[in-house]
Nanobody, 124 residues
Framework: QVQLVESGGGLVQPGGSLRLSCAAT????????MGWYRQAPGKQRELVAT???????NYADSVKGRFTISRDNAKNTAYLQMNSLKPEETAVYFC??????????????????WGQGTQVTVSS
């Protein structure tokens, strides 16, 4: 089964940096767009950044110039480098990907997948 596995969250002081990773595993034929979203307590999930298979990126205005999304297609992995973090960016960060893969009982299918989320806490 296709899965997204995130890592790299944790506690960081305001102004600090973290790097998140998202690895897609399973029977994968192609990965299209990948992205990062976040959800703070009591708030809706919001887009942080996305990247196409060709490397075209898109960012939320609030993170432009501080966050960088990238991907290694050979490793089926996306990254989010977060610099100058702010306390209000404390949230659970989720990885998303649109993947053409093999699903048991279904066969080949193109679908949206989400990671389990990784907690990022920005606090002194």
């Amino acid at each position: 089964q296709v899965q997204l596995v995130e890592s790299g969250g944790g506690l960081v002081q305001p102004g600090g940096s973290l790097r998140l990773s998202c690895a897609a595993t399973g029977s994968i034929f192609n990965i299209y767009a990948m992205g990062w979203y976040r959800q703070a307590p009591g708030k809706q999930r919001e887009l942080v950044a996305t990247i196409t298979s060709g490397g075209i990126t898109n960012y939320a205005d609030s993170v432009k110039g501080r966050f960088t999304i990238s991907r290694d297609n050979a490793k089926n992995t996306a990254y989010l480098q977060m610099n100058s973090l702010k306390p209000e960016e404390t949230a659970v960060y989720f990885c998303h990907a649109n993947i053409f893969g093999l699903r048991i009982g279904v066969g080949r299918i193109k679908d949206d997948y989400w990671g389990q989320g990784t907690q990022v806490t920005v606090s002194s």
